[in-house]
């Protein structure tokens, strides 16, 4: 139930709010300075805060699954059961998982998560890798996969196409602290590497991406 909230809250309430806040760029772009154009400024503030109070919101929901399962088997369990094309997913695990904050498990999660849809959806792929490698004080996480591959933009093209999921993934990872390198090549693959500290709070959402 909450990781139906969370994905309600991800994918119609932001996906909305975005297209409302490119609505009120496109006007603050041709007005005249005018009391109006005030008004919108000011609505376009108050968006963006809403924005980061929901993403916020979506991003603490912790799944079930991981109560349940636990982080490895919560993976293995989203890599399995993500989406449904006909690739053909391995996972591999390096090291034991330590201790490590609530926020940095979700973040794991919801990243793979992720990147396993965008397999699914877009590679064509034959074969994909997960592969979770427990290191000192960061979890190395790397899905790869031998599909189609794309052209990789800047955040705010994709935020201009309501494209939120790989720019939702840099965020996660950059609010706890964490890296993300995603690198494609058209007709040769994509690979994500994203590295995430175990002892993390998301209190500093970063808000760069933000389109407003
Ligand atoms: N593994 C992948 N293989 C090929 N193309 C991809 C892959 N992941 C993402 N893409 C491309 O990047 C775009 C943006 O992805 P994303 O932000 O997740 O948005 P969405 O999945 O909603 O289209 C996708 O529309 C697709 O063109
Ligand atoms: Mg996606």
Known sequence: ERQRIAQEI???ALQTLLVVANKLDSLT??????????GIRWAKEK???????LRRLSMNLRPNILDHFGLVAGIRWVVDNAGQSSCRFTT????????????????????VQEAVRNIHKHAMAKNASV???FDTDHLVIEVQDDGVGFVVKRPFEYAEQNR?????????????GGTMVLESTPGS????RATLPYQASNQFVQVEQTPL
Request: proline share 3%; aromatic share 2%; no cysteine.
């Open 10 to 12: 991800h994918d119609e």
């Open 29 to 38: 772009a041709n007005a005249p300075e005018d009391g109006r154009a005030e």
């Open 47 to 53: 968006l963006a805060g809403t924005m980061d109070d």
């Open 92 to 111: 591999l695990v390096r090291g034991e998982a330590p201790a490590m904050s609530n926020i940095t498990e979700v973040t794991a999660f919801r990243v």
């Open 131 to 133: 592969t979770l490698e």
């Open 164 to 176: 939120l999921g790989i720019i939702g993934m840099e965020q996660r990872i950059l609010a706890i």
């Open 189 to 192: 693959g994509t690979r994500l």
